[in-house]
């Protein structure tokens, strides 16, 4: 079963051994303003240093969630189509119970048509859709007063059925939520749901309201944070959780296994990444030059950025530590230093790119398989 990927692992590390460089080639940074098609304006060179990490820190820090979200504050629950509802009438079982005080509460409960209608003894048929309970009891109450000396009416909601939250995507649980009287959060219902630890990607929730689709990270939004309790769900709400086979980080290079890397959540460090890669190859890597490729694959279009780690320095594996990888990033090392960087991504791209399809392929085959 892991024939397929082994054998693509030594396909591309042979491929990137061999095809990208040569003896003795060191990085130059005056190679990135050469006067060809990719290294001209479209690759921006960036140590990793400790000042950018700051920088990198304060930008998170001050990620915020949408206003549109957080400026929805849920209403008092107004009475739909397909709720069942339990009407009591004080001191007159015969309105309360019609089947018998010994039958279960939904047996006597009343359920809300289609048309938002339903009909209750002496009162009539009465649309309910829209109303809120206590709009409701009061005009059951007015009706009721022709017949029964000071009716006291209370009214309760026993089956919430016509407003809810689906769940979709890497969710253990995604059966619908209903909402009911007590507010529903984001929060609560991620909970209820239970992401799944082996497929999920936390990184990427996706909440769609009124056609548009909000992005949120679940690890920004865990229960410590508070954020999620701040989020308040109302009905037609779609909740996806990504799959982490949807998005991927590549290692390449002159590490022991040359692998594409699913993301479970946004907190995937250089460290981390080289370190599922099995570290270095101390038979070939120098150590100096560890890069991070990203936007690459829209080079054509966009300046991508490379970001280089001095890992001669002892200062490196702390810096690796706090460097945070992001899905589509090439994780590079190489033997020797970049001086052609358009001979590098037309190589190193497609290799990339063929290493997250036979990891995707090899996902597929052991669900399929159910392994």
Excluded at 8 to 27: D, F, K, N, Y
Excluded at 53 to 79: F, N, S
Excluded at 197 to 217: C, F, M, Q, V, W
Excluded at 305 to 317: I, K, N, R, W
Aim: proline share 6%; charged share 20%.
């Amino acid at each position: 079963m892991k024939t397929l990927p082994l054998l693509a692992v030594a396909v591309l590390s042979s491929s990137l051994g061999g095809c990208i460089w040569a003896p003795g080639q060191h990085l130059a940074t005056n190679s990135l303003t050469r006067d060809n098609q990719i290294d001209n304006g479209h690759v921006q060179l960036v140590p990793i240093t400790p000042k950018l990490l700051v920088m990198d820190q304060v930008t998170e820090e001050t990620h915020t969630l949408p206003a549109a979200l957080l400026a929805y504050k849920p209403e008092p629950y107004r009475i739909g189509a397909g709720d069942t509802l339990y009407i009591t009438v004080w001191d007159h079982p015969e309105l309360t119970a019609p089947a018998g005080p010994q039958q279960a509460t939904e047996a006597n409960g009343r359920l809300v048509r289609p048309d938002g209608t339903l009909f209750y003894p002496y009162v009539g048929q009465l649309k309910v859709a829209g109303m809120t309970i206590e709009e409701l009891r009061k005009a059951i109450s007015d009706k009721l007063a022709t017949y029964v000396e000071n009716p006291q009416v209370d009214v309760n909601v026993v089956g919430y059925g016509s407003q809810r939250v689906t769940l979709n995507g890497a969710f253990i649980k995604t059966d619908p939520l209903p909402i009911n009287a007590v507010p529903l959060t984001l929060g609560q219902a991620v909970g209820a749901a239970m992401a799944d630890p082996k497929e999920a990607n936390l990184s990427d929730l996706i909440l769609t309201r009124d056609g548009r689709a909000y992005h949120l990270d679940l690890n920004r939004l865990d229960p410590g944070s508070g954020l999620a309790e701040n989020i308040y769900l109302k009905d037609g709400d779609r909740l996806y959780l990504s799959y982490n086979d949807r998005q991927e980080a590549y290692v390449l290079g002159e590490v022991m296994h040359p692998m594409a890397i699913p993301f479970k959540t946004s907190d995937l460090t250089l460290t981390q990444a080289l370190g599922r890669a099995g570290g270095l190859d101390q038979n070939f890597a120098k150590g100096k030059a560890v890069y991070v490729i990203r936007g690459a694959k829209n080079i054509e279009t966009t300046p991508a950025t490379v970001y280089q780690l001095d890992a001669s320095s002892p200062a490196a594996f702390a810096l690796a530590d706090h460097f945070d990888v992001k899905p589509g990033d090439v994780v590079f090392v190489g033997a020797a230093g970049v001086t052609r960087w358009n001979r590098f991504f037309s190589q190193v791209l497609p290799l990339a790119t063929a290493l997250g399809t036979v990891s995707a392929s090899q996902y597929n085959f052991e669900h399929a398989s159910g392994n």
